[in-house]
Structures are given as structure tokens and as C-alpha cells.
């Protein structure tokens, strides 16, 4: 595996003490009180997450792998020969390398990541399989301006490649606001593959994100614990829980921390003031229909070129490229 632009410090290019401790108090004035979800992700949110994804309840993973299974082929055979694959929020790259074995003559495979240690893993996990793939990892934050490496040769096209479910975790301006950028990066000619969870009954919905055997709560719970370690915050992590319910109306699950008793927690100078059952909004996680989804891509400039769905019809994968594209390759074929 040759690998180049390997850029992997370990500072994971978290916002300053001071910046931070302003984040949580803006959030904490907020009415209703919120917090950033990326607050989730330090090492050991990170790992709760993995172990979430391995739940009985969560079936986001399985339904994807299953759909990768069923359609990884026909998928490389859409995207094309020579492409250059950019995966926003690689990880450990679980799902990728069933992407990366149907690939035509594939030109490089950039994983951008903000965390080091999974960014390590996932080229270390793939050298051994495609020895021959060129891997240009990334250390950064895909919600920012990327500044790609140069490929090794010239690609037919490069698409970015955003599996799971994460698009979901931004509100519809914030979803549009990324696709946005998106497309200015994967330029002209290029595409994105990208994940959404479909809406399904409420009570499958929420029981992925209620596991019984308390993981996601303690994921949620964790967000506390690193605040306390990072900016010295005093929460009582005990004193507070995890709840999650499927808002209908918007199509969306609403995390939130919720304290379970009248207190006062210090952030910096300040002492924020918390009632008892009071919830502070950590995390969205929105669903899609198809309709829904090929309206917030016509926000952003882009088209739906084609869908799959797992053989349950639980998760699906879009390919989304410039609004026009289709209309303009039909009339070149005539």
C-alpha cells in the first residue's frame, strides 16, 4: 500500500480549553439548553460507538453491510473505472473495503478523519487486503474546507463516499450547507455516495437508539465526563440520563441529557442553573423517504442518479451528482 499526504498527530484538533468552555456556555444559554453531538466523539466515545453499532437493537450497520452485499458491485460499476474515493468520517473503514474490491482501476483512496487512532487503524486494516491501492489518509474535520492531496494520477472522477447514517445528524439548512461543499469537492464530473436511514414504525426506530443494554446511554452520558476532564466542568454525571424519542412530525430522533434533579453545574465563571427534568438537546438523527431525500439534495444543487435499498427496505444508498447531469448526458446520447 503506498500511502502519501499522511499528516497523523494526535492532538485531534479539538477546539482550545477557552473556545471550548465558550461553545458549552452559548449552548447552556440556549432555550432549550444544547450541546454540539460532536462532543461525543473523544477515544472513549468513539469506542462506545463502535460497540453501539454491535447492538441487537441497532440496525442501521447490519442493514447497510447488507446492502453493500446485494449492491457493492452494481454500485463500482455506476461510479466507474479510475475514480478517486474520498470517505468523510472514515473510522475503522468497516464498510469500505466492500466498495474498494468491485472498484474499477481505482486512482486513490483518501480517508479523512478528525480522530488519529481510527484513521491509523483504517490504513493499517487495508494495507494487507489492497496492497496495491494508493492511500492518501486525511487528518481533518470533513465539515470544513478540505484541501485533498494530490492523486497519484489524474482520476476519471472523484466521489465522496459518506456511509452510515451521518447526514442524519445535521438539520435540513446544515445537511444542504454540507452538500453544498460537497459538491464544490468532488468537482466537475464527480459524484457522492452517501447513506440515509429510512423512515420505518416508530418502535424499530427507537429501540436502536434505547439499547437494553445501556451502551448508547452511556455513550450519550460520556459527552459529561469528557467536559468534566477537558474544561474542568463539575457535572454530576449521575444525576443525569439519556433519553431518546422519534419525533414523527419532523422525521427525526431527539437525543437529549436530561437532569434528574434541581442543580447547578460550574462552566467556567459561570453557574448554569439546571431544573429538575429539564433536557438539554445533544443529538438529531434524521430519516428520510426517498422524496425527502431527493429534495434536500435539489437544496444543495444535486440529483439523485440512483438508490439502493437492503433487502428489508431499513437503509438506503444514493448516488448524487450535479443537478442537469442526467438531462445533460441524455441529450449527448441523442
Known sequence: MSMQACDLRDDERRPPADELIEIIQRGL??????????LFYDERGSQLFEAICEQPEYYLTRSEIALMGVHAADIANVLGEDVRLVEYGSG??????????????????VPVEISVEPLRRCVQGLAERFPTLPVQPLHG????????????RVPRRTVLYFPGSTIGNFEAREAAELLRKMRGEMGDGGGI????????????????????????????????????????TDFDVAAFRH????????????????????????????????????AMQVEYSCKYSPTDFAHLADKAGL??????????NMFS?????????RTREAVAQD
Do not use: C
Open 141 to 152: 474535520d470533513f465539515t470544513r474546507a478540505l484541501r485533498l492531496p494530490i492523486p497519484p
Open 317 to 325: 444508498v444514493h448516488y448524487l451528482v450535479r443537478a442537469g447531469t
Open 29 to 38: 444559554r440556549a432555550k432549550p439548553k444544547q450541546l454540539p453531538s460532536w
Open 92 to 109: 475503522n473503514a468497516v464498510k469500505t473495503p466492500m466498495l474498494l474490491e468491485h472498484l474499477h482501476t481505482p486512482v486513490a483512496y
Open 193 to 232: 455516495l452517501i447513506g440515509a436511514d429510512l423512515k420505518k414504525d416508530t418502535a424499530t426506530i427507537e429501540a436502536a437508539y434505547n439499547d437494553r443494554a445501556g451502551v448508547t446511554a452511556e455513550f450519550t452520558l460520556n459527552m459529561l465526563v469528557r467536559l468534566n476532564r477537558e474544561v474542568g
Open 303 to 312: 440529483e439523485v442518479a440512483q438508490t439502493w435499498n437492503d433487502p428489508l
Open 243 to 278: 433519553r431518546a424519542h422519534y419525533n414523527a412530525m419532523a422525521g427525526r430522533i431527539e437525543t437529549f441529557i436530561v437532569s434528574a434533579r434541581e442543580q447547578k453545574v460550574r462552566v467556567g465563571r459561570q453557574q448554569v442553573t439546571f431544573k429538575q427534568d429539564e
